[in-house]
């Protein structure tokens, strides 16, 4: 009886003491609002993976300390969630004051509800007073010249990014060093076929479950796109009619529209057998897997390698028990005897970021938080990040740390041909790699499957690129005239008359385009 | 209040995307002051982006648009409605009239030289008339209709984006990097070019131009410029290459 009421007791004190607890955070949370000396910046983003959180967290304490009067809280919301979370929250006007762009959160629905930091990309970042980088325009901080903060629709700047990314072979360099006696992955594609073979050796002498590579319908064509644009460098530069470098693949499409090539060109047969050959290296049915499989096959040790992005590296290396290393995808050469030929040389690869940090119209502190935004992309903070997250770098200047300085993009070599087995025609050739892969796979088969099924497809995207071109042309016909009428009325504004010459610009090169490919299009339909 | 903040708060609106709004503050500054043609300008032009997108909403544009040039073809927004009834008849409406814009376009241009939007014309004339499916003889005289237009263009957006439009054409349909050349070398020896992206692909082409037409000095200049410029661009490797071969070759 004591007991019970010693229970009751204890209990309701833990309920009182819950109680109050909570409502001194929330009374703290609503004084530090409402106090005018204190602000509260909140910004949210998808970026899950590994370390990145604790890495952001490194760079908020340092914000908080130079800014005593500012507190920044993180919001990770999962990416499963994001793209619907970020809509409803933005054009509902309860978003966070930096809200990370990308993933379908973006575009001429959404840019509207964020602020253009478009002047301020010229001036130069203050964080970076003292480096090296002082004085630079902040624009040119960026490896890429902040491409993904770039609306091509407005022709202006929503956001700063800190995340880049590019795809790398990991390998599990215990196992290799198992099976080859030695720890260096293959640098040719020759090499690499020759290891796969060494692996079914062992798995077959052993009677270890072991396969070469580990696959799923995400990281399979990662692998393969890379090779097969390799493949497509010389074909893709010769139908460039101005300048000797690939033509992207919309104009890739409309040239096989208009029959400027088929199938039957060495370049392709080229692309197809390297898909095939390294599709044979993968579990049978590698398509049916999702990503997790193919990286559980990979950290169980099942699998010597697996392509993944750079952004997946800490929670690989975390999960593995075994050391991991990274190599850049073991293309052809131009020298190889069977496919070097339809090649000029090695992929080059660029940097590029993504996922760029919009302020958005609602936020109370959009100064502050441009200022946030400055901090988190100057030199100092990109290097902080770049050692906590595992992610590359975006800054110039900045060194990449330990496994991730493998995943630097090689600019070496040749623009790769056209990539587009992500896109709704690609989707058309993966739908037919049961004909390509295992035991039932007949080439000839999936030639004529592709055949049958390439120019549809080809022409439905090409014509759904130009409807969108369209729309935009559209958009920012009305747009322009807005802009001109503000230029009227302020003629010594500056940066309007800078933005109206810019939107004309890209208004009149953008109607060329369209009308080219409409003609195209139209030219092709003509063909039999 | 919209009212009071009347077109410019339209403007405004529609410069960053937002027709709908635009739409609601040019119909209370129109209520406030029926005279304004400005208002009544951005009434119409704002309905042409007004979302969901209608043919009713291009007719009633149409409407206001041949209003204004109705009562005064030659001020301003008269000029202006002009322009934006040929845009209609070229891209906003669902059934697009080429050769009813391609004669508004050269109406304007003649009637009112120099004007703003006749300048703004001549770009949108040249993409019209140049990618259009027609007999070769046929499509020379439209070049040469161009050509002859160029120089008597004065808005220095109208002079580069007649010129490119003519350079594209001719490296895109007839791969002519003779005539396209000094097109696009006029605009980048001027600094006409303002955007990134375009500048990187002119340089190339300007560079890739001069090589094939055996002009190697300009062929460097373009290239170590592109170099300077995109020294990270994807490309920036190959650059180096051809620059090096180019350099190694004896000059003329």
């Not at chain 1, 978003?95 to 575009?107: H, I, M, Q, Y």
């Not at chain 1, 090499?191 to 995400?218: D, K």
Request: glycine share 8%; net charge neutral.
């Amino acid at each position: 009886m004591i007991r019970a009421r010693w229970f009751r007791r204890l209990g309701w004190t833990l309920l009182a003491a819950v109680f109050l607890l909570a409502g001194w955070r929330l009374a703290r949370r609503t004084l530090r609002e409402n106090d005018a000396n204190q602000i509260t910046l909140r910004f949210a983003h998808w970026q899950l993976e590994g370390t990145t959180r604790q890495a952001f967290d490194a760079l908020v304490r340092d914000y908080e300390a130079l800014h005593p009067n500012v507190r920044i809280e993180q919001l990770a919301i999962p990416l499963s969630v994001y793209p619907s979370w970020g809509t409803t929250h933005v054009i509902g006007g309860a978003a966070p004051d930096l809200v990370e762009l990308g993933r379908t959160l973006g575009g001429r629905r959404i840019y509207p509800y964020f602020l253009s930091i478009t002047e301020e990309i010229s001036r130069p970042n203050p964080y970076n007073a003292g480096t090296p980088l002082a004085g630079v325009a902040w624009r040119n901080t960026f490896l890429d010249g902040m491409e993904a903060g770039f609306d091509p629709q407005s022709f202006d700047c929503y956001g700063a990014s800190i995340f880049s990314n590019t795809p790398r072979v990991y390998y599990n360099v215990d196992l290799l060093r198992e099976i080859t006696g030695q720890s260096e992955p293959p640098r040719t594609f020759g090499q690499f076929t020759a290891l796969c073979r060494q692996v079914r050796a062992f798995a077959s002498r052993t009677g270890r479950s072991v396969l070469p590579f580990a696959g799923s319908r995400i990281n399979a064509p990662l692998m393969m796109d890379d090779l097969a644009s390799g493949q497509l460098q010389r074909l893709a530069s010769e139908l460039n009619p101005g300048v000797y470098f690939p033509v992207n693949y919309g104009d890739f499409y409309l040239a096989y529209l208009n029959h400027e090539w088929s199938l039957d060109e060495p370049a392709l047969r080229g692309a197809i057998e390297l898909m095939r050959r390294v599709g044979e290296e993968m579990p049978p049915n590698f398509m049916q897997y999702g990503r997790d499989d193919a990286l559980f096959d990979f950290v169980q040790g099942r699998a010597l390698m697996m392509t993944a992005y750079g952004q997946d590296a800490t929670g690989i290396v975390s999960q593995a028990p075994f050391t991991v290393r990274v190599f850049k995808s073991p293309e052809p050469r131009p020298g190889d005897p069977e496919f070097g030929a339809n090649m000029i040389g090695p992929n080059a690869e660029q940097s590029g970021s993504y996922g760029a940090f919009g302020i958005t119209r609602m936020s109370p502190h959009p100064r502050a938080a441009l200022d946030f935004l400055q901090f988190i992309t100057s030199a100092a903070a990109d290097q902080k990040f770049v050692r906590i997250s595992g992610f590359l770098p975006v800054i110039v200047g900045v060194n990449a740390q330990g496994l991730t300085r493998d995943f630097m993009p090689d600019g070496r070599g040749f623009p790769p041909g056209p990539t587009f087995l992500f896109s709704t025609t690609g989707q058309v050739i993966l739908r037919q790699e049961y004909l390509l892969f295992g035991p039932g796979a007949d080439k000839a088969a999936f030639l004529t499957a592709l055949r049958r099924e390439l120019p549809a497809a080809m022409r439905e995207e090409v014509s759904g690129g130009l409807n969108n071109l369209t729309q935009t042309l559209r958009l920012n016909d009305t747009s322009i005239e807005a802009v001109h009428q503000l230029q009227r009325a302020e003629p010594g504004n500056a940066a309007l008359r800078r933005k109206y010459q810019g939107m004309v610009e890209t208004q009149n090169e953008q109607e060329a385009s369209a009308y080219y490919t409409a003609l195209r299009l139209r030219q092709a339909a003509r063909l039999p | 209040m919209a009212a009071a903040a009347g077109p410019r708060a339209g403007w405004k609106e529609l410069s960053l995307l937002n027709a709908n709004e635009a739409r609601d503050l040019f119909a209370a500054a129109t209520e406030a002051d029926p005279a304004s043609r400005e208002a009544r300008l951005g009434a119409a032009i704002s309905l042409l982006s007004v979302q969901p997108r209608t043919d009713g909403n291009i007719a009633t544009a149409t409407q206001l648009l041949e209003a204004l040039r109705a009562e005064s073809p030659n001020d301003e927004e008269g000029i202006g409605a002009t322009y934006y009834l040929a845009r209609i008849q070229q891209l906003h409406s669902s059934a697009p009239d080429r050769p009813a814009a391609v004669a508004a376009y050269r109406e304007l241009l003649a009637a009112h030289p120099g004007n703003h939007y006749a300048e703004m014309a001549a770009p949108k004339l040249a993409v019209l008339l140049l990618y259009d499916d027609v007999p070769r003889d046929e499509w020379e005289r439209r070049v040469a209709e161009i050509e002859t237009l160029i120089p008597r263009l004065t808005a220095t957006e109208a002079v580069r984006d007649t010129r490119l439009v003519l350079a594209g054409a001719l490296i895109r349909l007839r791969r002519d990097h003779a005539r396209a050349y000094p097109l696009v070398t006029a605009c980048l020896e001027a600094n006409l070019v303002t955007r990134l992206p375009h500048l990187n692909a002119l340089l190339l082409q300007a560079a890739e131009s001069a090589r094939q037409l055996g002009n190697t000095p300009a062929a460097i200049t373009y290239y170590r410029r592109f170099l300077g410029e995109f020294p990270r661009d994807i490309r920036a490797d190959e650059v180096h290459r051809r620059l090096e071969t180019l350099e190694q070759k004896p000059r003329p």
